[in-house]
């Protein structure tokens, strides 16, 4: 199994700026990509942005330019970053940090999802 631990999020004013992070770790596997989704209140999830294990990353339209993923794989720690600047109150909804791990034993890869974590945008 692969355990995500997310942190970071709560309450900003617009044009303010959060960060948040995701550690993912599992024994068996190898993590692949990272990245991060968000879902508002009656809307789809959808994606935010994401980031390979060479450091690739790709960003939704709606949030080039503001926000930076970035990644820290040194010493085996698997741990995703979002730094949201000049936040918007469109930008509010909860964050969920998604992992792609690769069983070691088997080569298989699963998607794997943290509890995610409200980003609320508002003056």
């Known amino acids: 199994q692969v355990q995500l631990v997310e942190s970071g999020g709560g309450l900003v004013q617009p044009g303010g700026s959060l960060r948040l992070s995701c550690a993912a770790s599992?024994?068996?596997?190898?993590?692949?990509?990272m990245g991060w989704y968000r879902q508002a209140p009656g809307k789809q999830r959808e994606l935010v942005a994401t980031?390979?294990?060479?450091?690739?990353?790709?960003?939704a339209d709606s949030v080039k330019g503001r926000f930076t993923i970035s990644r820290d794989n040194a010493n085996a720690k698997n741990t995703v970053y979002l730094q949201m600047n000049s936040l918007k109150p469109e930008d509010t909804a909860v964050y969920y940090c998604?992992?792609?791990?690769?069983?070691?034993?088997?080569?298989?890869?699963?998607?794997?999802w943290g509890q995610g974590t409200q980003v609320t945008v508002s003056s």
């Open positions: 599992g024994s068996s596997f190898i993590i692949a990509a």
């Open positions: 980031i390979s294990n060479s450091g690739t990353t790709n960003y």
């Open positions: 998604n992992a792609r791990a690769i069983r070691i034993s088997s080569y298989n890869e699963y998607p794997y």
